[in-house]
């Protein structure tokens, strides 16, 4: 089976735009959750969508959005970037949300 | 409000020897506990996980991990440590419906020759 796939892999961005991060989960999975890794914050959870429906929700502001798809692919957008949302973001997937997360390679964003 | 401790921000072993990372957590409930390893610019990987039942788990890599409800920990073991084991290890927890994984702040492990 194939793991979880994250697009693109590194991207470098310029305060003000905007970013949209693509993740493929593992075939069959339904529950897909994304998290933000720095050096300061360590790893944070940003939100969590199941059967194409956001069912949790992390504390980031509104910038940060996501959505999922009925083939359970996920996107997640974060718009007028700010140089603090270079991170490295994580997606994870899992069957059903009540089972252990299996994680992507991640996308490493990088704001100018 | 949940939370994961892991006292160690940096550790260093030499090959061969033993190993132990501690993890604290607050919660109300039992949680649901994991263990992840992450190599430099890569994601995370699961190591082993707790649910219920039995409170030594094995998992991969040759880790084990033990669940003390009476001191709130799951610490990660291994008897003995192999280079290729250097990496950050990352305790989580969870509650059940859900994948919000609230993470602890990171153990780096450094292995010496």
């Known amino acids: 089976k194939a793991g979880v796939t994250q697009t693109p892999r590194y991207l470098i961005k310029t305060r003000g735009q905007q970013v949209t991060l693509s993740c493929s989960p593992i075939?069959?999975?339904?529950?897909v959750s994304w998290y933000q890794q720095t050096p300061g914050q360590g790893l944070q959870f940003l939100f969590e969508?199941?059967?194409?429906?956001?069912?949790n929700k992390g504390n980031f502001p509104g910038r940060f959005s996501g959505r999922q798809f009925s083939n359970s692919r996920s996107e997640m957008n974060v718009s007028t970037l700010e140089l603090g949302d270079s991170a490295l973001y994580l997606c994870?997937?899992?069957?059903?949300?009540?089972?252990?997360?299996?994680f992507g390679q991640g996308t490493r964003l990088t704001v100018v | 409000a949940q939370s994961v401790t892991q006292p160690d921000i940096h550790i260093t072993v030499s090959e061969g020897a033993s190993l132990e990372l501690r993890c604290n957590y607050s919660?109300?409930?039992?949680?649901?506990l994991f263990w992840y390893v992450q190599s430099p610019g890569q994601g995370l990987q699961l190591l082993l996980k707790?649910?219920?039942?039995?409170?030594l788990v094995q998992g991969i890599k040759g880790f084990e991990a033990e669940f003390k409800r009476s001191q709130s920990s799951f610490n990660l073991r291994k008897p003995s440590v192999h280079w290729s084991d250097a990496a950050e290890y990352f305790c989580?927890?969870?509650?059940?419906?859900?994948?919000?994984?609230?993470f602890g702040t990171g153990t780096l492990l450094a292995v010496q020759p």
């Open positions: 994870a997937s899992s069957p059903t949300g009540e089972t252990e997360a299996f």
């Open positions: 075939s069959g999975h339904r529950s």
């Open positions: 969508y199941f059967s194409e429906t956001q069912r």
């Open positions: 919660y109300g409930a039992t949680p649901y």
């Open positions: 707790y649910f219920s039942g039995d409170t």
């Open positions: 989580a927890v969870a509650r059940g419906a859900t994948n919000k994984l609230i």
